[in-house]
């Protein structure tokens, strides 16, 4: 079987119909309330790898965010391109949409259409981030270690739900790395490694 390339479309094939055609409050400003956790951090499991995977993620993002300058936001290396801020804001449209696929819905009046073109504002964009990676936390914290291998329907076969923290640790750091590109071609150096 063929696994289908999960290019920009991927989000659209993977969020909802009637997600995708709400017409609620969309762009920088959905709120998100991170869903309840069932228990404190854990400390062992996947759950706990992805968490401090995601941590490091996280930090990366938006240290590199406030170190680009603002009249960055909407550079792209080519035309048709995602830029600087369409980047940021594809990463915070996965993890505000993908949670919904183990049980963690997006927060109320997010949108994907159009989310990640929703704003090129640098304080805007950080602040979608800091959301989203709340949200996506707060989704792994709310599974349990009996749900790794819980599975759902993904393109043209099944995932876990371990599966698809990979899935989004994968897209993260794929992102980050088109980010950091981005960032040293504009004469940013990533603060981490200075």
């Avoid at 063929?2 to 017409?23: D, G, I, K, N, Y």
């Avoid at 401090?52 to 960055?72: G, N, S, V, W």
């Avoid at 600087?84 to 804001?89: A, G, I, P």
């Avoid at 993890?95 to 696929?101: D, E, H, I, K, S």
Wanted: cysteine-free; charged content about 20%.
């Amino acid at each position: 079987m063929r696994r289908r390339s999960l290019t920009a479309e991927w989000m659209l094939l993977a969020l909802p119909p009637l997600l995708l055609a709400s017409s609620g409050i969309a762009g920088a400003g959905a709120q998100a309330t991170p869903p309840a956790a069932r228990t404190a951090a854990p400390t062992t499991g996947y759950r706990a790898e992805f968490l401090h995977e995601l941590a490091q993620t996280e930090d990366h993002y938006l240290r590199l965010a406030e170190a680009i300058p603002a009249d960055k936001y909407g550079w792209r290396p080519a035309p048709g391109v995602r830029s600087v801020s369409e980047v940021f804001m594809h990463v915070a449209a996965a993890n505000f949409g993908l949670p919904r696929l183990i049980g963690t819905p997006p927060p109320a009046g997010f949108d994907v259409q159009g989310f990640e073109r929703s704003t090129a504002d640098k304080a805007q964009v950080a602040a979608a981030l800091r959301r989203s990676f709340a949200h996506l936390r707060g989704a792994a914290l709310s599974l349990s270690d009996g749900d790794a291998d819980r599975t759902f329907p993904w393109f043209d076969g099944q995932n876990s739900y371990r599966g698809l923290l990979l899935f989004i640790t994968r897209h993260s750091a794929e992102h980050l790395g088109q980010s950091i590109a981005y960032a040293r071609v504009n004469g940013v150096v990533p603060p981490w490694s200075e």
